[in-house]
Structure formats: structure tokens, C-alpha cells
């Protein structure tokens, strides 16, 4: 830890403070203070000091209309069927990447509004809590932020948002029986989402119990529920066309924040299981966001990710980043059968994937589909949210009236149970 930022003992005769759970704290290895934070830590770098006042309080940060997966695929299942049945590989000319790669690795931000916003309510978050916020031990997700840095979606959405792709690449997966060619597709679903998923924009945090439905049009349901508070815990079930394949597993995240950067660490575990039995094991990398109070804001997925099919023998590590020669958001790796290589996956999550020079993705190509929330959910659904409805037509101070609201009651029914536990434990 960064000595400026080292706690001091409480005294004795100060208060006690609330109990931590382990998601307060993050493993040693685990990247949370980069090495320009550390290098701007030195330098007496103050971020408080690189934010101009410019901030609008009772404006969003995003046009609500603009977030609707606008240039996604919307068309019958029939349609998205012929699609998948005409996938072929994609022409290998030439590493391409996406126009937004930043010069070192992963993608800018390009909306200068997103910037300054982001920046203004960091700054403001600073002076409120202290600059122990960017030591990169504090955890983000137990921080309330203003709701107008936020969209009109909550975590559970954007969790699911990694599945747009998978009308294509995992349906094409379960027509073939051959075991390596749909680990393939599976390792090009998960890293080409990358492109669409990651993003600049916070969603709000899911409330204990709050549920998402939803579908794509060629019959895939897809099934979400916050079960944790502290630690935040998101389960996600999803069940392909004519149930021909069922993805699931949790996302479990923390962040944490340097002097110019915020860490996001995920924690969870998510599997695929194929009719005929295969199943695929695989977890999630972190983002890092570099340049949060001055610079190039950027984003990066970082770290490893490991698929491993452990009946068939199939795994595959990849470290996101440590290609020679090449940006940050360049992978490489070797796909290993009981040891022995078979096949090595290279490429980039913001260009193309290609497997021994054949290339299964190109972001040229390749447009995701839209996803369709139920229209008659569950009263726990997330879109009943009265803080999301009055952020989504614009009200900033009633949507920040609302948050309050639902944090209390949640907060009250956490010392509820945390009561009956108690009592429960007295009575034996």
C-alpha cells in the first residue's frame, strides 16, 4: 500500500467500525495501484488538482436513448438461424483494430461529455470520503455514488450484455460434435464481447433479490438474480434454442481506484454445458481504466483467463497482454489436449480472433443481436426500479431521492437479518 495512504488505529474511545467482509480486501497479487499511479505518488501528484468545476448536477451522464443497443441485430429467429448456418471464417488480410484503440493498449473514450463528467463526480467523491478512496484498498462497490454518473441500467443487464454474441457463436457450436471446434467458438464468443461490453458507463447496483428476464428472438432465455448484498453476487442462467445449450455461473466484483486509474476485479465463475454432456469452464479477466482524472481515460481487459474443459482434456490460459511487440489488448496462447498443444488462438478483443491463422472473428463482420426484456417480468424485475425510471426520463434529483431510498431500505434489511442471526446463535 502506498505510504500516504496507510490507516491509522482507531482510538479507543472512537466508535467501533462496521465489521468487513472479505470483499473488502483483495489478494496481494491482484493488480490495484498500476506503476504510473506509483510513479505519480512520488511525484506528489494531486488528481483533485487536474479537474476543472464543470460538472452540471442535474444532468445525466448519457442520453438514455443512446443506450438501447443501438446498430445490434434485430431480426426474426429465422433469420438469425440462417446467419449462423452461413458463418464461415472471415478473410485473414491483416491485424485490424478498432479506430478507438489507444496507441499503447485497449480502447479510448471518445465522448468528451462521459470524460468530464466522470472526472468531476471523481473529484467531488475525493473530497467527500478522502483521498484513501485512490490508495486502491478501499472497495468501490460498498461507496454510494451520485446517480447521475450512472445509466438507466443496472449491473444485471450489463452482466448479461456479454451474451449478445452467443446467438451466433454458441448455437453454431452446438451443430458440430467435434469437442475442440466448439471450445474454439466458445473461447471467440467470450473474448469478442469484449468489444461491445466494456464500457465507460457505470450501471447501478443491483438490490438484494432484484431479478432480470429476458430473450433474443431465436429463442434463447436468458434469467438473472442478485442473491448477494456484501459481497455483491450475481447469478445468470441462460438457456439456448431448444434448450441445446445452458450457460451459467456469478459475478462476484470489486473496484478499487489509484491516483489515475480504477481497478475492476471479477471474481466469479461461469460454465457452458452442451447437450451431449461437454462442458466448458471459464472465469472472467479484470478491466483496468488508466487516465481517470487526467490523460487518455482508457479502458483494458487484463490479466488471465482460463478455459478448461476437464472431461475431454481441453484448457487454455490466456494472459491478456503479454504478446511481444504488441499493444496491451493483444492475446496469445496454446490450446492443450491432455497436455499435448493442438491449436493456438491469437488475436485481439478489439480486432479479430484468429486460431492457426484462420480467423473466427473480425469486428468488421460481425454485428451482435439485441437482447428483449420481458414485458411482463417478475414485481422484482429491475426495470421497476424507481431510481432507474426517473434517471431514464432525466429527473437527476428525484432518481438521486430514490437511490437514497432503496439504499436505506436495503441497508435496514441487512441489520435485520444480521438481528435474527444473532438472536438464532443466543437461543443455542
Known amino acids: 500500500m502506498l505510504s500516504w495512504f496507510k490507516k491509522k488505529k482507531p482510538e479507543t474511545n472512537q466508535p467501533q467500525q462496521e465489521e468487513k467482509d472479505e470483499s473488502d480486501f483483495v489478494e496481494d497479487d491482484t493488480q490495484v495501484v498500476t506503476n504510473e499511479d506509483k510513479e505519480l505518488?512520488?511525484?506528489g501528484f494531486d488528481p483533485i488538482a487536474q479537474v476543472q468545476e464543470q460538472d452540471k448536477e442535474n444532468e445525466g451522464i448519457a442520453d438514455p436513448d443512446k443506450l438501447d443497443y443501438v446498430g445490434y441485430h434485430d431480426i426474426p429467429g429465422d433469420e438469425m438461424l440462417q446467419l449462423v448456418l452461413s458463418l464461415k471464417n472471415f478473410p485473414n488480410d491483416e491485424e485490424i483494430r478498432h479506430i478507438e484503440g489507444y496507441e499503447k493498449g485497449g480502447r479510448i473514450c471518445a465522448d468528451k461529455k462521459v470524460v468530464s463528467k466522470a472526472r468531476s463526480v471523481g473529484k467531488e467523491m475525493v473530497k467527500q470520503i478522502g483521498k484513501k478512496i485512490l490508495s486502491g484498498s478501499l472497495n468501490l462497490t460498498k461507496v454510494s455514488f451520485p446517480i447521475r454518473v450512472m445509466i438507466p441500467k443496472t449491473a444485471l443487464e450489463t452482466a448479461v450484455h456479454g451474451t449478445s454474441i452467443f446467438p451466433l457463436y454458441i448455437t453454431k457450436a452446438t451443430m458440430t460434435p467435434?469437442?475442440?471446434?466448439?471450445f474454439k467458438l466458445?473461447?471467440?464468443a467470450t473474448l469478442s464481447s469484449f468489444f461491445w461490453t466494456n464500457t465507460f458507463l457505470k450501471p447501478l447496483n443491483p438490490i438484494l433479490g432484484e431479478t432480470l428476464q429476458a430473450s433474443y428472438n431465436d429463442g434463447t432465455q436468458v434469467y438473472c438474480e442478485q442473491i448477494m448484498h456484501h459481497p455483491p453476487v450475481s447469478y445468470f442462467l441462460v438457456y439456448g434454442p431448444n434448450k441445446k445449450y445452458k450457460y451459467y455461473g456469478y459475478y462476484l466484483v470489486e473496484g478499487r481506484a489509484g491516483l489515475n486509474s480504477v481497478t475492476i476485479i471479477n471474481k466469479g465463475k461461469r460454465s457452458i454445458e452442451f447437450n451431449d454432456g461437454q462442458k466448458i469452464d471459464f472465469d472472467f479477466p479484470n478491466e483496468l481504466y488508466s487516465g481517470t482524472f487526467f490523460g487518455q481515460l482508457r479502458q483494458e481487459s487484463i490479466n488471465k483467463i482460463t478455459f478448461q474443459d476437464k472431461a475431454n482434456g481441453l484448457?487454455?490460459?490466456i494472459d491478456i497482454g503479454k504478446v511481444k511487440k504488441k499493444t496491451s489488448d493483444y492475446f496469445q496462447a496454446d490450446i492443450t489436449c491432455k497436455g499435448q498443444k493442438v491449436s493456438t488462438v491469437f488475436g485481439t478483443y478489439i480486432g479479430f480472433i484468429n486460431f492457426d491463422n484462420v480467423r473466427?472473428?473480425?469486428?468488421?463482420y460481425v454485428?451482435?443481436?439485441?437482447?428483449k426484456m420481458d414485458k411482463q417480468p417478475l414485481e422484482s424485475d429491475h426495470k421497476?426500479?424507481?431510481d432507474l425510471q426517473s434517471l431514464k426520463i432525466g429527473d437527476i434529483p428525484m432518481a438521486q431521492k430514490n437511490k437514497e431510498l432503496l439504499e436505506n431500505l436495503q441497508r435496514n434489511d441487512r441489520k435485520l437479518r444480521e438481528q435474527?442471526?444473532?438472536?438464532?446463535k443466543s437461543k443455542k
Request: aromatic letters at 18%.
Open 384 to 386: 421497476n426500479r424507481s
Open 420 to 424: 435474527y442471526e444473532k438472536q438464532k
Open 367 to 371: 454485428v451482435p443481436f439485441k437482447i
Open 315 to 317: 484448457q487454455c490460459i
Open 360 to 364: 473466427y472473428w473480425d469486428y468488421r
Open 41 to 43: 505518488e512520488e511525484k
Open 186 to 188: 466458445v473461447i471467440t
Open 178 to 182: 467435434d469437442f475442440l471446434e466448439r
